[in-house]
């Protein structure tokens, strides 16, 4: 059987391929490639919010580096952590690589799947806890912030759905010193449509970098209303953050790939769900205040996902000029 690390650029490289043609185009090639692995370890939510930081098992996994072309000569370059969503690494997130790299910064691409035999949580969310990859997200800022053409104090991270709790929630405090490293950490938090909807001890204590939310007003898979509540929580505590709505952005309005709306059927969505953390690390419904479960009433089934013309241009727009004036000035 080929290693992890051999089916992750596999991966990768099939979906570079399945690119439409004018989407290639559009943007140019980096202008260097390095899949790596990245060795992070799988946490359960409950060893996670115990800051278990040698909890789980150990796990290898990997990335994809693409450097900007031309590369300045004798220059480190920043660089941006991409984190993918339910639905695993793809096409639309090669196409976020390569915009990064026309801006000319760094992309790493994290697959957080592929080394653990998953292809896909969309339909059963617990075959991997969403902050087992804040985890993966720390060690792969690691990893960038000692490479010789990255600039360690300019690395970001960027999420989508459930890769977006990595993204936006490793800005805690709390969760930087459980499972971070005291001498890296990121320099902008970017979540797109982000489940907002579990209030966790201490998540307004934030580091100084700015937090950015981009959501879909009508996303019916991750609500938004849970991201408005958690932004004037961290509003009002001081942080730098902002949320900015999309009228008729539908969950992953930003993939060009995917059809104007999809019904995904079988989509596990915790839409209706409140949550909390409670003593000891346990999670809480917030209505019942009984101990949280998939299983829970709250937990539905069905879901959609669609392409906004409009709001991906301006979410693209928008990212854009963040990570220029925050990383490259």
């Known amino acids: 059987m080929p ?11 099939a979906a570079a391929i399945a690119l439409p043609g004018p989407a290639r185009a559009q943007q140019p ?22 800051g278990q930081r040698e909890g789980g098992k150990p796990t290898l996994l990997a990335g994809e580096l693409r450097l900007p072309f031309p590369l300045p000569p004798g220059r480190k370059v920043p660089a941006v952590v991409l984190v993918h969503g339910s639905g695993g690494s793809g096409a639309s997130t090669d196409l976020w690589a390569r ?33 087992a990859m804040m985890v993966d997200a720390y ?10 053409r990255i600039r360690a104090d300019r690395i970001a991270v960027m999420g989508f759905s459930k890769g977006a709790v990595a993204a936006v929630y490793s800005a805690m405090t709390r969760f930087q010193s459980a499972f971070g490293n005291p001498a890296h950490r990121f320099a902008a938090h970017i979540g797109l449509y982000t489940p907002c909807n579990i209030a966790y001890a201490k ?15 009508v996303d019916d898979y991750v609500a ?7 932004a004037a929580r961290l509003k009002q505590a001081g942080a730098d953050v902002s949320l900015t709505e999309y009228a008729n952005g539908q ?13 995904v059927a079988d989509a596990q969505t915790t839409r209706g769900c409140r949550l909390e953390e409670g003593p000891g690390g346990a999670m ?3 209505e019942t205040k009984r101990p949280y479960t998939l299983a829970d009433a709250c937990v539905a089934r069905g879901a959609h996902v669609g392409y906004d013309p409009v709001g991906a241009a301006a979410v693209r727009a928008a990212v854009r000029a963040f990570a220029e004036e925050r990383l490259l000035k």
């Open 3 to 13: 290693s992890s690390r051999g089916r992750l650029a596999g991966l990768l490289l």
């Open 29 to 50: 090639a980096p202008g260097r490639v390095e899949v790596v692995p990245i060795a992070s370890r799988t946490l359960s939510g409950e060893e996670f919010l115990a």
């Open 99 to 131: 915009e990064l790299n026309a801006a000319g910064l760094g992309a790493f691409i994290l697959d957080s799947f592929a080394g653990r035999g998953i292809t896909s949580t969309v339909q059963d969310q617990s075959q991997l806890h969403s902050l």
């Open 139 to 148: 060690r792969a800022l690691d990893w960038l912030a000692e490479h010789p």
């Open 203 to 217: 998540d307004a204590e934030v580091g100084p970098a700015p937090i950015r939310l981009f959501h879909g007003v």
């Open 224 to 230: 938004i209303a849970p991201c408005r509540d958690y």
């Open 251 to 263: 969950h992953s309005f930003d993939n060009p790939f995917q059809p104007l709306l999809v019904t």
């Open 284 to 286: 809480l419904n917030a």
